[in-house]
């Protein structure tokens, strides 16, 4: 939708400014949206900004470089530190610290962590109690691969964020354009699709973790699509995989999600 943002801005049209702004995850946000939200608040309005600079992830969508100070600057904010998680136990919280060193835990829990690998978690997770399980991953390619690795073992499991599953099928809809394309031969499009993308991220000097995302996710379809094999059409394979997601943390079963979403 940055379109919308970038007329709105361009044409000054009417932002019906306000005069509280709270603005969230100030870390990743672009020049164009500071553009707009200086235009979304009165002369005289107050402006809550909040936002984590060790969170920043969003570069690939135009966040700008030290975007947390800048939104400051622009404001005129004043600075506030909350150096204190009330969701993560201290030994989660020491191994963050080696990315964000002043972070605290703020209760008196020690917790655990454990580093597996997806085709470990059967083996660990059927003898626990499976209602109180979050599984969480960087990337939502790892969490296709755990879920399904649940799922052949009979054990409940959903990925939280629709978003994931809505990316995969847009993928699968863009592959079923490419002329000459039979459902039957997937796989093969799918291949072909891969190393298309591949090749002109590489001849534009993309960042190598964009490519390697890129790549993962793609291989993790594959997987789905492997998995599903008895699915009759693309509309029924798509189905399928839209199941697997979903953006409420309710029911029973295992909750998988990546970092961001937890």
Request: charged share 25%; glycine share 4%.
């Amino acid at each position: 939708y940055t379109e919308q943002i970038y007329y709105t801005v361009k044409w000054n049209l009417n932002t019906f400014p306000r005069k509280y702004l709270v603005i969230d995850e100030a870390q990743d946000m672009s020049k164009l949206d500071l553009l707009l939200l200086q235009r979304c608040v009165q002369k005289n309005g107050t402006v809550i900004i909040v936002g984590d600079p060790n969170q920043s992830i969003m570069k690939f969508k135009g966040a700008m470089p030290g975007s947390f100070d800048r939104m400051l600057e622009a404001f005129n904010a004043k600075r506030y530190k909350l150096s204190a998680t009330f969701r993560c136990a201290r030994r989660i919280v020491r191994l963050a610290n080696q990315v964000s060193p002043n972070l605290q835990a703020f209760f008196d829990r020690e917790g655990s962590i454990q580093l597996k690998d997806p085709a470990e978690l059967v083996s660990i997770i059927e003898d626990t109690d499976q209602t109180d399980i979050a599984i969480i991953a960087r990337k939502s390619a790892t969490l296709i691969t755990a879920c399904l690795e649940l799922i052949s073992a009979d054990i409940p499991c959903t990925i939280l964020g629709t978003d994931i599953g809505e990316e995969l099928n847009r993928i699968l809809d863009t592959i079923s354009k490419i002329e000459g394309f039979k459902f039957k031969d997937l796989l093969d499009f799918l291949k072909q699709h891969r190393d298309k993308k591949v090749l002109r991220m590489t001849t534009e000097l993309a960042d190598e973790r964009d490519i390697q995302d890129v790549t993962t996710t793609l291989d993790a379809l594959k997987v789905l699509i492997q998995r599903n094999s008895t699915a009759y059409s693309l509309d029924d394979l798509k189905s399928r995989i839209s199941k697997l997601f979903s953006e409420q943390a309710t029911g029973g079963g295992i909750k998988l999600m990546t970092a961001h979403k937890s």
